[in-house]
């Protein structure tokens, strides 16, 4: 059983059909990709697994429970975590505050505990914060903690963000293209995390458009173009498939 | 250790401050002052945590206003009153909450806006319970059954003066709490970035509901003191004047931390005091000065504090101070 | 039935001017996202500088209606300049700021014009005649004629300058996406600058018309000014359209209950419907939330 079963999703925009009955499933404790020519709906796929979207049809099974369209809030609790395109942070907090506030939907904390008991909210954020520094110890941002988000550097927010994921214990990681402005060394740095995670028993999907990166760590890449899935395989059967091959060089993109 | 005898400090203070006082009208304005704590302080929590900035806030106080004085003039005790203004706002903010919550950023605020006016409107309207635009007078003071002593009528500015600081106190102590419980991070972290917020696992609704429940009682318990400290309420009690003033209460003080609003109803209570003296272009200075405030100093007061002060607030909000 | 028609067109006469406050604050949102809480004043300004020019010297009133507007319109360019000024000072909290701003603009021009004027009611003496006339039954005059005539003129010359000029499409542009009307090269500055100077414009028209009908005083502004709110959130913020048809129900509707109830309630029935509207049909709203 596959740990997320994706049936004949789709999306559409007004007129335009983003997403047109993709099937596709990862497997548990496996590094999957999804690439495509621009426009061809990864990011849709992403968002509409996540809750940012809802599918206009279609099923999203994850983990045997049916989460076709339940609201993006509800993810966390389900241990799915994403990143996002553009990096996406709390700008004037400090990173190590970053992470630890991931961590709320795992709180038991109550209204009536907050007013009436202190002490149990100071022990909460006090193993909040220890989590926190783990999880940067984990993606080698541990100098960093203290520093606003937005002083980040951009190679630097990706971590970030995956320390949010370790933090917020995600089974499934959800990646919109982790790749993007990282120059050679981070995508290197990026990779040896994203194994590491899934030695810690971490599922990672990932939307990407740097080819170096999906060609070397996912066991199993899907191709979209134009909404609808094209291809499945293993790398080399992808980099080989003619199909593929028309459909980035058809839109003047280019493998690898 | 030593956070707690700078507050006992402060509380003796308080609790001396009014008999060096010279004459009736000073205590009368630091009664006002603690009251006005109270309502800036409410409303830093939905307009200054969360960031959605309520018009309609001073409704609230008017609503508690009004329920306590009816109830009082039908000879029910301040002290039930009370209960029903918290119960009454309580309920009031708990259904609008969908309704309102739905919007951001201006139809927030329109729709805020236009929630108090209906009321305002009602309220100076309805001849026949809320008493018009004259609105309710001969509100009683409330009692304190004294165990051995008896009933004792607070009706001295003295003992009013008692009853708001403690009112005061423990409202700015419950939103101290709020806001540095995990509910005050989602706050922080819905108005940082609400996208990120929800990917994480915070249902944005449930969260600023809460914000908006508590403001709107807290606002209603201010409303209760009023009216009775006054003996009247009438629907200036939950005018569009109201409003901008602890609008101004907290950004003058400095939205989004705890200080602010005292500094804020400090300031805004005894600025008009030392006005006085431009006659009628009082308000216009005050607009002046409104539109200085907001340009120069965004953040409020506490933003003079620097730096420190704005890492050392968010800090303490998110990870506990190390004592 | 009479009554009925009687109270239509007393709505028309209201609703023309409640449009044309409307427009103006719509545009101003949608083209800058400034929600601008000092639009009632001026309306006021433009009816205290009509009076000034039609009383005092004398002018005849469409020439102080125009000049009126003009220096009104000029005058919130001016503001309109400030406020970009010291935009950038605002960060993200851009609508907090302006709102602000505009409260404060609002008060000390309110508050300035009471202390100069003093707060006595005036009324612009128009020279237009008022003697009722009849159309079958319902009764009207020349001036309340006119209020519809100008107001909806008004309206309608922008909304076609809107529709079809060069000018009108870049404020199209700037109305639907800001950035991406910068990119084309569209000098964002001026358009900002000519929406608020035209919506003021049109306050002032709408504060003149009143004027000549009933009366004015310093703070008739802040009233003015939350009927249109209503008119625009029942109209749909960001709506041109939408103005137009609210401001027209909504006169219509307050004639009508002010029929029915004492007239102070007849306020409160504009704002329960907004809050019906908003409860049950918020679409018109939701074109522009999330920000």
């Not at chain 1, 970053?98 to 904390?109: F, N, T, W």
């Not at chain 2, 139809?107 to 309220?123: E, G, H």
């Not at chain 3, 101003?28 to 639009?39: D, Q």
């Not at chain 3, 199209?172 to 035209?198: C, D, H, P, Q």
Request: hydrophobic share 50%; net charge positive; glycine share 10%.
């Amino acid at each position: 059983m596959a740990l997320l079963e994706i049936s004949q999703l789709s999306k559409s925009f007004g007129g335009v059909n983003a997403v047109r009955n993709v099937d596709m499933t990862v497997e548990g404790l496996t590094i999957c990709g999804i690439i495509g020519p621009n426009g061809a709906g990864k990011s849709t796929v992403l968002n509409l697994i996540s809750g940012f979207y809802k599918p206009t049809a279609g099923r999203i099974i994850y983990n045997s429970k049916n989460i076709t369209g339940l609201p993006p809030h509800c993810f966390a609790k389900l241990k799915i975590s994403r990143t996002f395109q553009y990096a996406i942070n709390f700008p004037e907090l400090s990173v190590v505050e970053a992470v630890a506030i991931s961590q709320i939907y795992m709180d038991k904390i109550s209204v009536w505990d907050s007013l009436f008991k202190p002490s149990k909210v100071k022990n909460w954020k006090q193993t909040r914060l220890e989590n926190s520094y783990e999880a940067l110890q984990l993606v080698g941002l541990e100098k960093r903690a203290d520093e606003k988000c937005k002083n980040l550097p951009h190679g630097e927010q990706m971590g970030l963000e995956l320390a949010i994921a370790v933090a917020t214990e995600a089974k499934l990681l959800l990646l919109d293209e982790p790749g993007s402005g990282l120059n050679g060394m981070e995508i290197e740095k990026l990779m040896e995390i994203l194994k590491k995670l899934k030695s810690q028993g971490v599922t990672i999907l990932v939307v990407e458009h740097v080819m170096a990166l999906i060609m070397k760590i996912c066991e199993k890449i899907i191709v979209l173009n134009e909404g609808a899935k094209i291809a499945e395989g293993n790398p080399n059967e992808i980099q080989n498939n003619p199909l593929v091959i028309e459909a980035y060089l058809g839109r003047g993109g280019a493998i690898a | 250790m030593k956070k707690i005898w700078l507050y006992l400090i402060g509380f003796a203070i308080l609790a001396i401050l009014p008999f060096f006082l010279s004459n009736a009208y000073k205590l009368h304005l630091l009664i006002i002052i603690a009251i006005n704590v109270i309502f800036a302080s409410s409303l830093n929590l939905i307009s200054g945590y969360v960031g959605e900035l309520s018009l309609g806030h001073a409704a609230f106080a008017g609503l508690g206003g009004y329920t306590t004085g009816l109830l009082a003039l039908k000879g029910i005790s301040p002290w039930l009153g009370l209960i029903a203004a918290v119960v009454i706002t309580l309920v009031v903010s708990y259904l609008m909450a969908p309704v309102v919550l739905r919007l951001r950023g201006a139809y927030f605020v329109i729709t805020s806006a236009a929630f108090q006016m209906t009321l305002f409107y009602l309220a100076s309207n309805w001849l026949n319970v809320t008493g018009g635009p004259m609105g309710l007078i001969g509100i009683p003071k409330p009692a304190l059954l004294i165990p051995g002593f008896g009933s004792v009528l607070l009706d001295s500015k003295l003992s009013f003066y008692y009853l708001s600081i403690i009112f005061a106190i423990l409202i700015v102590i419950a939103c101290q709490r709020l806001v540095v419980s995990p509910i005050g991070e989602t706050w922080v972290a819905i108005r940082e970035n609400e996208k990120l917020a929800v990917a994480l696992g915070i249902d944005r609704f449930k969260y600023v509901r809460i914000a908006f429940i508590f403001a709107g009682v807290f606002a209603g318990i201010g409303g209760w003191l009023i009216a009775h400290y006054l003996t009247v309420v009438s629907p200036d009690d939950m005018s569009f004047e109201l409003i901008v003033s602890m609008i101004l209460m907290i950004v003058i003080g400095g939205r989004g931390t705890i200080a602010g609003p005292i500094i804020g109803a400090v300031i805004v209570t005894l600025l008009p005091e030392y006005l006085r003296w431009l006659g009628n272009w009082r308000m216009s200075v005050y607009g002046v000065i409104l539109f200085l405030l907001v340009i120069f100093l965004p953040k409020g007061i506490m933003q003079l504090w620097g730096t420190i002060s704005q890492k050392g607030i968010l800090a303490n909000l998110v990870i506990p101070r190390k004592e | 039935m009479e009554e009925l028609l009687q109270q239509i067109f007393n709505g028309l006469v209201v609703g023309s001017v409640y449009i044309l406050m409307a427009v103006g604050l719509t545009i101003i949102f949608g083209v800058m996202n400034i929600v601008n809480f000092a639009h009632g004043e001026f309306y006021m300004l433009g009816a205290y500088f009509a009076f000034i020019l039609v009383n005092i010297l004398k002018l005849n009133f469409f020439v102080g209606l125009i000049v009126a507007s003009i220096v009104v319109g000029l005058f919130g360019i001016v503001i309109e300049r400030i406020i970009d000024r010291f935009g950038n000072m605002a960060e993200t909290d851009y609508i907090y700021y302006t709102i602000l701003i505009t409260i404060a603009i609002s008060m000390i021009l309110s508050n300035t014009v009471n202390v100069l004027a003093g707060p006595a009611q005036k009324q612009i003496l128009s020279g237009i005649s008022t003697a009722p006339i009849y159309i079958g039954s319902v009764r009207v005059n020349v001036f309340k004629l006119l209020v519809i005539v100008i107001a909806f003129s008004v309206s309608i010359i922008f909304g076609l300058f809107l529709k079809y000029s060069k000018f009108g499409k870049a404020m199209r542009a700037s109305f639907e996406n800001k950035e991406a009307a910068a990119s084309v090269g569209i000098n964002t500055s001026i358009v900002n600058m000519v929406t608020f100077g035209i919506g003021t414009f049109m306050a002032s028209i709408g504060g003149i018309l009143v004027g000549g009908m009933f009366n004015i005083f310093p703070f008739m502004g802040s009233h003015a000014n939350l009927k249109a709110f209503a008119v625009v959130i029942l109209g749909g913020l960001g709506s041109f359209s939408g103005a137009i048809l609210g401001g027209t129900i909504l006169g219509i509707i307050e004639s009508i209950s002010s029929g029915y109830f004492s007239l102070g309630y007849k306020d409160a029935v504009s704002f329960i419907l907004i809050i019906l509207v908003l409860v049950f049909r918020p679409e018109g709203l939701h074109r522009r939330v999330n920000r």
